[in-house]
């Protein structure tokens, strides 16, 4: 078991499949041309599945894949289909721009549950977020998995003065889609230009909601970072994640795998361990594995101390998100 010195378990990797991506979402990269990994120094799919194998066999039970857009990798149905040889739950963050080309391979691998991300449900604001013309494929796409019996979640950026005038209308949306909406809380990474009162909270978010809707807890689990709710007479529910204002950190059993093979044991880890460069020299990959563990901080990576009021983005020592894998 991978455990580290405040005794959390890590049973979960995150496997970015690529740092390139067809958005250019504003939160999430910056916006001078983004200098993307040549492919020889990605991991190539047999490194993959040798590495998800080696997690596997010590306890990782869970495997989520990642990008940049996971789905904009040539191989990534192969990819798919390898890792679902193994004995974990499988599933996937996407844009679902491309969800149309592989739909059957996500069936074919098992995969349940689709995560989706979409911050607009404008068809220009799209275009301003994303600084690309797909909403009416995101939304085609979204129709396409709900129809094909996958459970859909849609991951929402809450950013104030660019979307939080629509946190009502998503929860709108679960009133006759049986989707759930969840309201993330905007995280600063390198190049993202995040400012901390851009920050809607998850009680902001709560109090907005409960304006309209009666809110009705769902039942959480161990390592939930999600706070869930039904509301009477939605098919769909809705959640708020807290990363910043509330951070999770106490329970986190995840582990991050960038699309050049580095480990990174939090998503605001300073330090990251060269996995692929070991597994390619024939070196052990395993003692660095634990070794990296060892490292992980208590809370955040060992950064943004404090208020995240008070957070200075300036002295942070990160990836882009995009080149992290979310
Ligand atoms: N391209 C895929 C997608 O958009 O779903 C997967 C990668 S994306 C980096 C993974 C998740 O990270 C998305 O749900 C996105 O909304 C989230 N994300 C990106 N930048 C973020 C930020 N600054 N704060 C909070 N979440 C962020
Ligand atoms: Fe691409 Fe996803 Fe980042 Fe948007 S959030 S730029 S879709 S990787």
Redesign the pocket.
């Known amino acids: 078991m991978i455990v580290d010195r405040f005794n959390r378990i890590h049973t979960y990797l995150r496997i970015s499949l690529t740092d390139h ?1 067809n ?3 504003s939160y ?2 910056p916006d001078e041309d983004m200098a993307f990994t040549p492919p020889a120094r990605l991991m190539q799919k047999e490194e993959i599945v040798t590495l998800a194998r080696l997690f596997v066999a010590e306890g990782v039970n869970r495997i989520r894949l990642t ?3 996971p789905l904009v990798r040539k191989d990534a149905g192969e990819i798919i289909l390898g890792l679902s040889a193994l004995p974990v739950s499988l599933h996937i963050t996407t ?1 679902a721009t491309r969800i149309h080309e592989f739909i059957e391979v996500l069936k074919r691998a098992g995969v349940r549950t689709v995560n989706v ?1 979409l911050d607009t449900l404008n068809r220009q604001k799209f275009l301003k977020i ?1 600084r690309r013309d797909y909403f009416d494929r995101v939304m085609e796409n979204i129709s396409l998995l709900l129809g094909a019996g996958f459970a859909v979640k849609i991951n929402t950026v809450l950013m104030k003065g660019t979307n939080d005038d629509e946190l009502n209308d998503f929860v709108q949306w679960t009133k006759n889609e049986p989707l759930h909406v969840r309201f993330i809380e905007f995280m600063p990474f390198t190049g993202n230009r995040w400012l901390n009162d851009q920050v809607v909270t998850w009680r902001d978010m709560l109090e907005r909601i409960r304006q309209i809707y009666h809110l009705v807890p769902l039942p959480g689990e161990p390592h939930d970072t999600a706070k869930s709710y039904a509301i009477p007479n939605h098919r769909g529910s809705v959640s708020v994640i807290s990363t910043m204002s509330a951070p999770f950190c106490g329970s986190c059993n995840r582990m991050r795998l960038t699309a050049d093979g580095k480990m990174k044991n939090c998503l605001f880890s300073t330090h990251e361990a060269d996995l692929l460069g070991v597994l390619r020299k024939g070196g052990n990959v395993r003692e660095l594995v634990y070794s990296c563990i060892a490292d992980k901080a208590e809370k955040l990576g060992g950064q943004l101390h404090g208020a995240f009021r008070e957070i200075d983005t300036s002295t942070l020592i990160n990836r882009t ?2 080149a992290i894998g ?1």
């Open positions: 991506c958005l250019r979402c999430c990269m990008g940049g857009e844009n991300s994303t998100m995009i979310g």
